[in-house]
């Protein structure tokens, strides 16, 4: 069965402070890796998300996630973040037919 | 498309009262998902659903049943409510390609048992 660890429950930043959420996965099979965010009051939407290819995914807003296979790691990252980003950060791992999720981590970007 | 909706938004139930929430999808998605969502536990699977009459169980379906008569409609049973159902429920829909595609949530319902 796959499993997800995310290394933060909560982290806060000032605006404009890199980000980096760490992730990682554990399955045996070929994985597909997801980040998704929850914004206050909303439900979930797709942030990127990685099949194949270019490790190195880009997603909406200025994320990007970097899939290392030999640390079975998807670390999220954003170079400059904003008040807008306030949000809680789920990473995602699908299986044969189901994904599994992360406990979250909840970001909060001060002004 | 009004993508995925659930209704309602809030319900309060009492111990031993059932209800259903409602899903619905109008992406003609062949997968369907329930979650629930506790804080700080992220989302664990209820049930899913590869098709109209298939269903199978997720991480967490004890207290649960579904049904899938139709593409669309997805619902979700709470048959003796406990106070450890008292969650945020998510509805999800995706792609045939199932899993290796993104999942599209609805706004939830926010169901609270005394």
């Known amino acids: 069965a796959q499993s997800v660890s995310q290394h933060n429950h909560h982290v806060i930043l000032s605006e404009a402070a890199s980000l980096e959420l760490g992730c990682n996965y554990s399955?045996?099979?070929?994985?597909?890796l997801f980040w998704y965010v929850q914004y206050p009051g909303q439900h979930l939407q797709l942030l990127l998300k990685y099949f194949s290819g270019d490790p190195l995914v880009k997603g909406i807003k200025g994320f990007e996630a970097e899939f290392i296979k030999s640390k079975f790691s998807f670390n999220l990252r954003k170079p400059s973040v904003q008040w807008s980003d306030t949000a809680e950060y789920f990473c995602a791992v699908s299986g044969y037919s189901t994904l599994t999720f992360g406990k979250g981590t909840m970001l909060l970007v001060s002004p | 498309n009004a993508g995925v909706t659930q209704t309602p938004k809030f319900r309060i139930l009492k111990i031993g009262q059932s209800m259903t929430l409602q899903c619905t999808q109008d992406?003609?998605?062949?997968?369907m998902y329930w979650y629930r969502q506790d804080p700080g536990m992220g989302l664990k699977l209820i049930y899913y659903?590869?098709?109209?009459?298939?269903?199978d169980k997720g991480e967490v379906p004890n207290g649960y049943n579904v049904s899938r008569s139709t593409t669309e409609d997805f619902p979700l049973r709470l048959e003796l409510a406990a106070p450890s159902q008292t969650s945020v429920y998510f509805c999800?829909?995706?792609?045939?390609?199932?899993?290796?595609?993104?999942?599209?949530f609805g706004p939830g319902t926010r169901l609270t048992v005394l």
């Open positions: 999800a829909s995706s792609p045939p390609a199932g899993t290796t595609d993104t999942q599209y």
């Open positions: 659903s590869v098709g109209a009459g298939i269903t």
């Open positions: 992406m003609n998605h062949n997968y």
């Open positions: 399955y045996g099979g070929t994985v597909n």
